[in-house]
């Protein structure tokens, strides 16, 4: 059988409230699940939508929440009408992928596996398989995987001849979000043949954390001749606390990356890529209390040199994303990385234009997709498959730009004809040739935005025109959207700018 994983799609244009003049910041919490008051650690599972409508919350000094995944791979969103107090320590940190060859758990079933992210976080990629062929510049599933995630790592490439003699592996690069992530390393000699490194992922998202997303999957590390490549490291979770209250924070926040896979042994695969740290968003009426919040990027794996050649050294993640926004604010001492600072803001950014990919070889995608199997097709099913797409809020006429991660080997990218049919409804769809084994789809699209519009934003474009707007689909159902100016520049759209953007479209 071959499954591929599909994504559902939100994005960030939307018509969002503006805060309001009240001297109190209301968290809109319903209270329905009243106080969360755990009085030793606890694993929580998240609710479907991945909200929690508290009273209060108290997480006494010694006691760890941490969270597991739901279905949709939501973030953690923590909604309280009275005061937040965090002694304990809170988690939504990434995992680290398992090792291989002696730093492994012992499972040879767990080899070459990624970590997963935490909830609203992307998975590593999967380390490439074992051969003794050296160099295989023909067999893709030796090359790592890379990470899922709109920052993903590239996977670690296979291995390559540098002088005829000496072989060199290469490790998974890290995974971007608010800085790049760090590629991976190659070592000295020049390749006899084509080679492309594992590259390390992109910046993406914006200071004002809206929308709510986490950090991205480390690529996965080239296969050796007797064990895998290691996996990469999850993405950091992302995680929004909003209080009508205090947030008085001195125990702990983390929201960190997981580390890539390492590894010990003669005859090794590349290292994984670490994945980049997650999200943390507080917002209330008062912010007190230093206890750390950190966000930091999954460190590389490692493993030992010149096994059988040299092996490149993998690539580390990049920090998260922190926000805190508060009338007033006690709390004096810093977070890793640097928070963004600001007055409470919107919770939520609401009534966004959808893109989605609704069916695969004429397979239809779920209302929900998980990121796991969502479509599973035949074997014999074959290539070409068509991917059907369909959007509400996007003009007609734009394109949709589809790539295809798999679990081994380079991503794809193709694009559809034009949209079809009306702004309020449209579809496209495109052929594309599927690798046999698990992939993931992920989409965007680019449409221009009339001049006066253009003109309405530039505050949030350098002063600059913007022509078009860019939503980019991700894992997991989260998404960007990006400023383009008229001379090419490109801005993380903040949630007002996307405010002004609904607004001004309407006229």
Request: hydrophobic share 40%.
């Amino acid at each position: 059988m071959r499954t591929f994983k599909t994504t559902a799609i939100a994005v960030a244009l939307s018509a969002c409230f503006a805060p309001g003049i009240a001297s109190a910041f209301n968290s809109a919490s319903t209270g329905a699940d009243g106080p969360f008051s755990p009085t030793a650690s606890v694993t929580v599972t998240l609710p479907p939508g991945g909200i929690f409508n508290y009273t209060t919350v108290n997480i006494p000094a010694g006691v760890t929440v941490s969270y597991v995944r739901n279905s949709a791979n939501t973030p953690v969103v923590i909604l309280a009408s009275g005061d937040v107090i965090l002694a304990g320590t809170v988690t939504v940190a990434g995992n680290t992928a398992p090792g291989i060859g002696a730093a492994g758990t012992g499972s040879v079933a767990d080899d070459g596996k990624p970590g997963l992210g935490a909830p609203g976080g992307f998975d590593g990629g999967q380390g490439g398989t074992v051969d003794t062929i050296v160099p295989d510049t023909a067999n893709n599933a030796v090359r790592g995987g890379a990470g899922l995630g709109p920052g993903s790592g590239g996977g670690g490439d296979f291995p390559c001849l540098t002088n005829g003699t000496t072989t060199t592996l290469f490790g998974g690069a890290g995974a971007g979000y608010s800085t790049g992530g760090a590629s991976s390393n190659g070592g000295s000699g020049t390749c006899l043949g084509p080679l492309v490194t594992g590259i390390g992922g992109a910046t993406y998202g914006s200071s004002t954390i809206l929308p709510l997303i986490g950090g991205s999957g480390g690529g996965g590390g080239s296969g050796g001749v007797s064990f895998p490549g290691a996996g990469g490291g999850g993405g950091g979770g992302a995680i929004l606390i909003a209080s009508s209250g205090t947030i008085n924070l001195t125990g702990s926040i983390v929201a960190s990356g997981g580390a890539g896979g390492s590894g010990a042994g003669a005859n090794l695969g590349g290292a994984g890529g670490g994945g980049s740290g997650g999200a943390v968003r507080l917002v209330a009426t008062t912010i007190t209390g230093n206890g750390p919040i950190s966000a930091g990027g999954g460190p590389a794996g490692t493993v030992p040199c010149c096994q059988f050649g040299f092996v490149g050294a993998a690539g580390d993640g990049a920090p998260g994303r922190i926000r805190l926004e508060a009338e007033t604010f006690n709390r004096t001492a810093g977070t890793s990385p640097a928070a963004s600072i600001a007055l409470p803001g919107p919770v939520f950014v609401a009534g966004a234009p959808t893109l989605t990919i609704a069916s695969v070889a004429g397979v239809s995608a779920p209302a929900n997709p998980t990121g796991n199997a969502d479509i599973t097709l035949a074997a014999t099913t074959p290539n070409p498959v068509t991917v059907v797409f369909t959007t509400s809020g996007v003009p007609v006429g734009n394109i949709v730009q589809l790539t295809v991660v798999p679990a081994f080997g380079p991503k794809t990218v193709t694009v559809t004809p034009a949209l079809t049919g009306s702004t309020a409804s449209a579809s496209a769809s495109v052929a594309v040739t599927l690798p046999v084994g698990s992939s993931v789809l992920q989409a965007q699209t680019t449409f221009t935005i009339v001049a006066a519009l253009g003109d309405l934003l530039r505050n949030f474009a350098g002063n600059e025109r913007v022509e078009r707007i860019t939503l980019s689909a991700t894992y997991g159902g989260k998404s960007k959207a990006t400023l383009i100016t008229v001379s090419g520049k490109e801005y993380e759209a903040p949630a007002e700018a996307m405010r002004i953007a609904a607004l001004g479209a309407g006229r």
